[in-house]
C-alpha cells in the first residue's frame, strides 16, 4: 500500500469517526436522550440495521455507489489523497470535543471541492446556499408549526411528563427516528467516502464490483465500530446541546422532531445532487422550536432560550469561518495555488 493510499484510509477513518461523532449524534440525538433508559446495544443494533440497509441499497440500486450522488461532482484529487485533506476531519474531532456543532459537509468536503479544479468550481457556493436555505427552511418550518401547537401540544408534554409517555409514543419514535437516519444517511455517507477513488465507489465494471464491494463492507465495519463506540459514551459532549433543549427526553417530543427533520432532507435530497450541511438543517430546526416553546408556551426563560440559540448559531459560523480557512489555506501553503471557489 502507498503513502497516498494509507493516507486515503487515515482520512476514511477519521472522517467516519467524526461524521458519527458529529452529525449523526445531532440526527440521533433524541432518541438517544429520551431512550437513555435502554441499553445503547440495543439502541445501537437498530441505528446499524439501517446503516448497513441503506449501504446495501445504495450499492444494489445506484451502480455501487453508496453515497447517492453526492460525489458525482466532486472528483477523486489527481495526485491521490494528500495531508491536507485528511486535516478537517481531524480539527473536526477536537471541535466535537468542545461541544462545537460543526458542519461536517463544509469541514470535509470544502477541501475536496476547493482543490478539485475547474470541476468544481462555483461547487462551495452552491453548497454554501443550499445549507444557509436549508437552515431557512427548517428554522422557519419549526417557529411557523411550534407557534401553531406549542401552547397546546407542548404544554400538555410538560403537564404530563413525570407521569411517562405511553409505549406507543416510543414505537412511534423508533420508527420516525429510523426514516430521518436513512435521509442522514443518503445525504452523509458522501463526507465519509469522499476519502476512497471514485472507481471502488461508483462503477459499471464488473470487474471492480468485488473490490467496490470489498471497500464498502470494510468502510461499513468501520463505521458501525465507531457509531457503536459514540453509542456507547450516549453521544458523548456533542450530546450537550440536544440535552439542554425543553424536554428533549421525551419521545414524543423527539418524534415530530424527526418528522420535521426527516422531510426536509428528503425534499433537499430530491432537489439536486449538491451536499449540504444536515447540521445546519437541524440547527435551524431546533433552534425555531426552542424560541416557540419559550416564547408562545412559556417553557423557558425567553432570554436563556434566545441566548441558547445565539450561541448556537455562533457556533455554526464558527465553524463555517474554520471550514473555509483550512480549505483555501492549507492547500495554498502547500501548493502555492489558490483554490477558486
Not at 290 to 304: F, I, P, Q
Request: glycine share 10%.
Amino acid at each position: 500500500m502507498s503513502g497516498i493510499e494509507i493516507l486515503g484510509v487515515i482520512g476514511f477513518a477519521l472522517a467516519a469517526y467524526s461524521v458519527v461523532a458529529n452529525d449523526a449524534i445531532q440526527t440521533l440525538g433524541t432518541f438517544l436522550r429520551s431512550n437513555q433508559k435502554r441499553h445503547w446495544g440495543v439502541l445501537w443494533l437498530f441505528a446499524a440495521a439501517i446503516l448497513v440497509a441503506v449501504m446495501a441499497y445504495g450499492f444494489q440500486t445506484n451502480a455501487t455507489d453508496v453515497a447517492y450522488g453526492r460525489l458525482n461532482r466532486i472528483p477523486y484529487p489527481e495526485g491521490g489523497i494528500q495531508w491536507y485533506h485528511i486535516l478537517p476531519p481531524a480539527v473536526l474531532i477536537l471541535l466535537t470535543r468542545l461541544s462545537v456543532p460543526v458542519s461536517t459537509t463544509f469541514l470535509v468536503l470544502t477541501m475536496f471541492a476547493l482543490t478539485g479544479g475547474a470541476t468544481t468550481e462555483g461547487l462551495m457556493g452552491s453548497m454554501l446556499i443550499k445549507s444557509v436555505l436549508g437552515y431557512g427552511v427548517a428554522f422557519a418550518s419549526a417557529v411557523v408549526i411550534y407557534t401553531l401547537i406549542s401552547r397546546i401540544y407542548e404544554r400538555w408534554i410538560d403537564r404530563t411528563k413525570e407521569e411517562g409517555a405511553a409505549n406507543y409514543w416510543y414505537v412511534f419514535q423508533w420508527i420516525t427516528t429510523g426514516f430521518l437516519w436513512w435521509q442522514w444517511l443518503a445525504q452523509d455517507l458522501a463526507n465519509i467516502f469522499v476519502f476512497l477513488p471514485r472507481e471502488t465507489i461508483v462503477t459499471g465494471d464488473e470487474t471492480q464490483v468485488v473490490i467496490a464491494a470489498s471497500t464498502v463492507i470494510w468502510g461499513g465495519l468501520l463505521t458501525l465500530g465507531l457509531l457503536a463506540f459514540t453509542f456507547s459514551r450516549r453521544g458523548g459532549k456533542i450530546q450537550d446541546i440536544v440535552n439542554v433543549k425543553t424536554n428533549t427526553d421525551d419521545p414524543r417530543v423527539g418524534t415530530l422532531v424527526d418528522i420535521m427533520f426527516g422531510i426536509i432532507l428528503l425534499i433537499f435530497k430530491e432537489m439536486n445532487d449538491i451536499p449540504m450541511s444536515t447540521t445546519w438543517v437541524f440547527m435551524g430546526l431546533i433552534a425555531g422550536r426552542e424560541l416557540a416553546v419559550s416564547y408562545v408556551a412559556g417553557l423557558r426563560d425567553r432570554m436563556e432560550a434566545f441566548l441558547d440559540v445565539w450561541r448556537d448559531a455562533g457556533r455554526l459560523l464558527f465553524g463555517l469561518v474554520v471550514s473555509v480557512a483550512l480549505a483555501v489555506l492549507i492547500p495554498w501553503a502547500a501548493t502555492g495555488n489558490m483554490p477558486t471557489f
